[in-house]
C-alpha cells in the first residue's frame, strides 16, 4: 500500500508525512530511486505518479511519500486504487499564510526584508487561490475524497485526532499503527526549528492575530467566501463528521 501525504503548502503536509516516518516496522519511505532528488521529504516523482500501477513496489510492501498535488485525472484516479491512500491537511487558511510568508522568506522565494504587509499585498491573492484550487479539486466531488485531518484538531487533541485519523485509513489487518510514538516524535517541543534540517517554526493557532490587521482578515477571508472555501469544507466535514467542531471554528467556518 502507497500512503500520500498530500495537502496545500504550509497546511501541516510535513506533520502528516512524520506520522509514516516514525512507524518503521511496517512502512518506509519510498525507494531514493523513485524519488525526486530536491525534497527533503521523500517524494515520488511525477512520472511514477502518473502510472502507479506499472510500478509494484508498493503492492508487497508499504511506503509513503508526500507531494502538494491538485491538478491531472491521474491524480484523482489515486482515490480509487485500491492499493493507494491519498491523506490530506487542512488548515486555517489564515494562519497557513501567515507560514506561508516566513516559508518564503526561508527559501528565498522572497527578500527577508519584506515586510508582511507588502507581502500580503502582493501574494495573498495567489496563495489563497492555491488553497480553494486544492480543496476544489479533491473534495468537488460530492462523497468523494482524501482522508483528512486538521492542524486544529491535532493541536488541541492529538489522541481523538490521530485515532479517528488511522480508523478513517482502513488498514490492513496486520498493521499496528503506534499512535503513541507519534505523539513522543512529533511533539512540536522537540522539533528543529534553527539550522540545518530546519523545517517548522512550531506555528501557533490563531498566529495570524499577531501579524494581520482587521482589514487584512476581513479581505481574506472575503476571498475565501467568494471562492466557496465554506462549502468544501462542508463537503470534508461529509466525509469526516468529527472534523465539524473544528472547522466550523476556524477561518470562515462552514457552509
Known sequence: MLFVCNGPPKSGTTWVTQFFKFQPTWVQATPAEFNDPKWSNPKLLTKYLKDLDSYDFFHKNHFYTKVHLWNNDWAKNMLDNPHVRVLSIIRDARDQFVSRYYHDIKIKEISADMSFDDYFEGYMDQRIDWVLEYNEFWYGVPG????????????????????????????????????????????????????????????????????????????????????????????????????????????????
Open 144 to 255: 468523494k475524497g482524501p482522508v483528512t485531518t486538521s492542524y486544529e484538531y491535532l493541536q488541541a487533541d492529538v489522541d481523538a485526532a490521530l485515532a479517528n485519523f488511522v480508523a478513517a485509513l482502513k488498514l490492513p489487518a496486520d498493521v499496528t499503527f503506534n499512535i503513541g510514538l507519534i505523539k513522543e516524535k512529533t511533539d512540536f517541543s522537540k522539533f528543529k526549528v534553527t539550522g540545518d534540517g530546519a523545517f517548522m517554526r512550531k506555528g501557533q493557532v490563531g498566529d495570524h492575530l499577531n501579524h494581520m490587521s482587521k482589514a487584512q482578515v476581513e479581505r481574506l477571508e472575503d476571498r475565501l467566501r467568494k471562492g466557496g472555501y465554506g462549502k468544501m469544507k462542508r463537503a470534508i466535514v461529509t466525509l469526516h463528521p468529527y472534523l465539524e467542531p473544528t472547522l466550523t471554528g476556524t477561518d470562515i467556518g462552514l457552509d
